[in-house]
């Protein structure tokens, strides 16, 4: 399984996704830059933003999410925008100015409405927001937003839309999940002991039935996504950035290492920087990829289930397609099935 390591970032990973075919990567990082990748080769397909003037942010950008056509991307950054691009020419269509920072942004299902969340900062509260969006007239959007949820107690830190878009679920700084209704904005659900500690990543399965989060307190679990029951715990002993779920074969992989800060000090083997894949069912770590030089802090899977990616605080990202071994492996023997590929 040999990467496809892509240059192109000056500086940290924030978000990596691919698109609906999985022939394309969005990369997004503290660069301000978002650059788009063909995944089969690791060539540059182009940037959005990175030159004065042309639209694109100022500052960090924390978010990326791809439509289901590939027509559209959307980003949130800590220049207190979001924009929407259009992605066969690279120009931005739209820019949405908020308070504070925009942390996470994700389509719906229909690929007519966005979701944006909002840090809460300097007496703001944390707001998510979810706008429609015109896909006939691109350039014409509303700056209304459709719902405005604003969260008191802890400030959401990821979200995603739930299957059938009529509910979104967020994770949350004090470990918190819960589940609001898209029409209404009311809180339908919650779990407020989800996780001890900041959830950094939430990745729906691919059927949308339940999903996965990582978290600061060294676990990743998964929880169905109708009543928030937790449904599986997979403990680590490093704090975690960013999960996935595989298609195809039982996995997940989990990706993190130490903070920034405490890095410096420790060789790459002990600060853990490997995506560790595990059994999804049997909750055992069964193997591990090595490769960056920095935490993980993000990693994104292939949606037909053929490989996966991540970018790391090293300011790369590598693309491993996985070999037929990986989807013939059985690291439990008879107690799985085959896999037809």
């Not at 269509?93 to 300097?122: C, Y």
Request: net charge negative; aromatic share 10%.
């Amino acid at each position: 399984m040999k990467p496809i390591i892509l240059q192109g970032h000056e500086r940290s990973l924030t978000q990596i996704v691919f698109n609906a075919e999985g022939d394309l990567l969005f990369s997004a990082s503290k660069d301000s830059v978002v650059n788009a990748w063909y995944t089969s080769n690791g060539e540059r397909l182009g940037t959005f933003g990175g030159i004065k003037g042309d639209g694109g942010h100022n500052g960090t950008v924390w978010t990326v999410a791809v439509d289901s056509q590939s027509r559209f991307l959307v980003t949130g950054a800590a220049d207190n925008t979001m924009k929407l691009w259009d992605i066969s020419t690279g120009k931005c269509l739209r820019t949405w100015e908020f308070l504070t920072a925009v942390k996470r942004v994700a389509w719906n299902e229909e690929d007519d409405t966005i979701l944006s969340i909002t840090e809460q900062r300097q007496g703001q509260p944390s707001v998510i927001r979810i706008f429609p969006i015109n896909r006939e007239d691109p350039s014409s959007q509303t700056d209304t937003p459709l719902t405005e949820m604003r969260l008191t107690g802890s400030k959401a830190t990821v979200a995603l839309f739930a299957p059938l878009s009529d509910y979104v679920i967020t994770g949350h700084e004090s470990g918190k999940v819960a589940k609001y209704d898209v029409k209404t904005g009311e809180e339908v659900n919650f779990v407020d002991d989800a996780h001890r500690g900041e959830i950094t990543d939430i990745q729906l399965s691919p059927d949308g039935t339940y999903f996965i989060t990582s978290s600061k307190d060294k676990t990743a679990r998964l929880f169905d996504s109708e009543t928030l029951d937790e449904m599986k715990v997979y403990t680590t002993e490093t704090p975690l950035n960013s999960a996935c779920i595989a298609p195809l074969r039982p996995y997940i992989i989990l990706g993190g290492g130490q903070d920034a800060m405490s890095v410096t000090t420790t060789s790459s083997r002990a600060g853990k920087f490997e995506s560790r894949f595990w059994h999804k069912l049997f909750e055992e770590e069964v193997g591990r990829v090595k490769g960056h030089f920095g935490p993980i802090n993000t990693l994104a899977v292939h949606p037909q289930g053929r490989a996966y990616a991540s970018g790391a605080e090293d300011g790369f990202v590598r693309v491993h397609w996985f070999d037929e071994s990986y989807f013939r492996s059985r690291p439990f023997g008879d107690l799985e099935p085959e896999v037809e590929v």
